[in-house]
């Protein structure tokens, strides 16, 4: 069974441009987050999505980032214009709502560099 | 205001040994603890994770303990074996969110 599916999984850009990352959840899963890590800060929850609704977007820098999911399958995390302290490791997540459990499922990253 | 920390970035344990990984927290509406832990250039992965009504999980070599009233959270490895060297995040949540909030990680690095 497939997990979470991020592409790209390397970005290089350079400042000002536009930079979309992408993420495939685990089908079936009803919620979806994205997160960002970085060494100063480790892993930063960014926004997060319940049945394509964004939930709670409090964890976004600022208006150059924005996320939607126009469907259970797909979600994208954009970032225009990019900046040089944007450079982290992206991580997208998926989640099942069952009792008891909230166990979140991540996908392999996608690294960016903006020089 | 960082409301999970784990103070210690880096651990060494001697293969065969017992690792303990720390974490305390903050928020007194966190009621749910889950350990996760990182190989480089992957994403993490679940490992083991404890609701406040317990003080004790245990799955296999690795056993998570609560301390409410400390708010702190250990995770403990026994034994260590060199494959379990990778960052390790402690993440918490409440009943009212499906949110995590993480660590900042510790680097576990086990020695053969």
């Known amino acids: 069974d497939a997990g979470v599916i991020q592409s790209p999984r390397h970005e290089v850009t350079e400042m000002g441009q536009e930079v979309t990352l992408r993420c495939k959840p685990i089908?079936?899963?009803?919620?979806l987050f994205w997160y960002r890590q970085t060494m100063m800060r480790g892993l930063e929850l960014l926004i997060y999505f319940n049945n394509n609704v964004p939930i709670d977007d409090s964890g976004m820098p600022e208006d150059r980032f924005s996320a939607k999911m126009p469907n259970a399958s797909f979600s994208t995390l954009k970032i225009q214009p990019s900046e040089p302290r944007d450079s982290a490791v992206y991580f997208c997540?998926?989640?099942?709502?069952?009792?008891?459990?909230?166990?979140?499922?991540f996908g392999p990253g996608t690294r960016l560099l903006v020089l | 205001d960082q409301q999970v920390k784990q103070n210690s970035p880096s651990l060494s344990v001697q293969e065969g040994r017992i690792s303990i990984l720390n974490c305390d927290y903050t928020n007194s509406m966190f009621d749910y603890f889950l350990w996760y832990k990182k190989y480089p250039a992957e994403g993490p992965t679940f490992l083991i994770s404890?609701?406040?009504?317990?003080d004790k999980n245990e799955d296999g070599r690795f056993t998570v303990f609560l301390n409410k009233s400390a708010k702190h959270l250990s995770l403990h490895i026994v034994p260590s074996q060199p494959g379990d060297s990778a960052v390790y995040f402690c993440a918490a949540s409440d009943s009212g969110t499906y949110k995590y909030i993480f660590g900042t990680g510790t680097r576990l690095k086990v020695l053969a």
């Open positions: 089908s079936g899963h009803d919620y």
């Open positions: 404890i609701s406040s009504i317990k």
């Open positions: 997540a998926s989640s099942l709502r069952r009792t008891g459990e909230k166990t979140q499922y």
